[in-house]
T-cell receptor
Framework: DAGVIQSPRHEVTEMGQEVTLRCKPI?????LFWYRQTMMRGLELLIY????????DSGMPEDRFSAKMPNASFSTLKIQPSEPRDSAVYFC??????????FGPGTRLTVT | QKEVEQNSGPLSVPEGAIASLNCTYS??????FFWYRQYSGKSPELIMS????GDKEDGRFTAQLNKASQYVSLLIRDSQPSDSATYLC???????????FGKGTRLSVIA
């Protein structure tokens, strides 16, 4: 079985540009999580979905961040406009009804 | 407040020694506990889960849980340089919320 798939793996963009990160969860998993990881703050939960419905977006840092899950096999995290402080690794993870999560390879975002 | 605390390290151990990684959590009602390993530049990978008090062994890895003390640990026997990574503790708190992760302990196994 394929694991969680994320694209792109690396993104370099200029401040003010729109960035869209993509995630395909493991087939059959009904929960999807977006995380941001930095050296200073560790792994931060941004938002999670159950059965395609956003449950908790309290971790989304600002209105510049938005996430959607139009169907069970696809989710996006969008940053508009991007800022240098958004530079981080963004992970997508998925799970079944069990609590353990399985992570994708991540997207390394650099905003210059 | 749901909190998971880990010493950030680095924890340095010689090759062949036992590495002991520790984690404390804030809610006595927590039921499920997980250890993830994250190599530099890679994503977290689930390596152990434990649900009951006591020890759970899997190869060179042993997870230990003490719910009364709100303490979970991971022992790595016969440590190898390939075990050098950051180890994240994750706790499932009551209330059907997602896992809460600690900030991780960086382990360095010296050959």
């Amino acid at each position: 079985d394929a694991g969680v798939i994320q694209s792109p793996r690396h993104e370099v963009t200029e401040m003010g540009q729109e960035v869209t990160l993509r995630c395909k969860p493991i087939s059959g998993h009904n929960s999807l999580f977006w995380y941001r990881q930095t050296m200073m703050r560790g792994l931060e939960l941004l938002i999670y979905f159950n059965n395609n419905v956003p449950i908790d977006d309290s971790g989304m840092p600002e209105d510049r961040f938005s996430a959607k899950m139009p169907n069970a096999s696809f989710s996006t995290l969008k940053i508009q406009p991007s800022e240098p402080r958004d530079s981080a690794v963004y992970f997508c993870a998925s799970s079944t009804r069990q609590p353990e999560q399985y992570f994708g390879p991540g997207t390394r975002l650099t905003v210059t | 407040q749901k909190e998971v605390e880990q010493n950030s390290g680095p924890l340095s151990v010689p090759e062949g020694a036992i590495a002991s990684l520790n984690c404390t959590y804030s809610d006595r009602g927590s039921q499920s506990f997980f250890w993830y390993r994250q190599y530099s530049g890679k994503s977290p990978e689930l390596i152990m889960s434990i649900y009951s008090n006591g020890d759970k062994e899997d190869g060179r890895f042993t997870a230990q849980l003490n719910k009364a003390s709100q303490y979970v640990s991971l022992l790595i026997r016969d440590s190898q340089p390939s075990d050098s990574a950051t180890y994240l503790c994750a706790v499932y708190f009551p209330g059907n919320t997602p896992l809460v992760f600690g900030k991780g302990t960086r382990l360095s196994v010296i050959a």
